[in-house]
C-alpha cells in the first residue's frame, strides 16, 4: 500500500468538521471494553500461534488442550 503524500493528507485535513460530540457520542466504550474482555483470553491463546515453525502441529496442540480458543476466529475474520 502507498504511503499518502502530503496533498492528499492537506485534503483530508480541510474537509474534517468541527463537532462538539465526543467519542462516546458515537461509541460505547463500556460495551467494547466489555466484548473485548469476554475474548481477551482467547486472543492472547491465539498469539501464542504467531512464529510457530510447525503451525499446523501448534494448532492441533492447541486445539486438543482447549478447542475454545478458536471460538473468536469469526470475530478475527470479521475485523480483518
Same mark, same amino acid.
Given at each position: 500500500?502507498?504511503?499518502?503524500? /502530503? ?23 463500556? /460495551?467494547? /471494553?466489555?466484548?473485548? $474482555? ?41 475485523? $480483518?
Amino acid at each position: 500500500m502507498a504511503a499518502h503524500t /502530503k496533498e492528499q493528507f492537506d485534503l483530508f485535513m480541510t474537509q474534517l468538521w468541527e463537532t462538539n460530540a465526543p467519542l462516546s457520542f458515537y461509541c460505547d466504550f463500556p /460495551k467494547i /471494553k466489555k466484548n473485548v $474482555r469476554d475474548i481477551e483470553i482467547s486472543l492472547t491463546t491465539l498469539n501464542y500461534l504467531i512464529g510457530k515453525e510447525d503451525l499446523r502441529g501448534a494448532v492441533e496442540a492447541l486445539w486438543e488442550r482447549d478447542p475454545r480458543v478458536f471460538d473468536v476466529m469469526d470475530i478475527l475474520i470479521a475485523t $480483518r
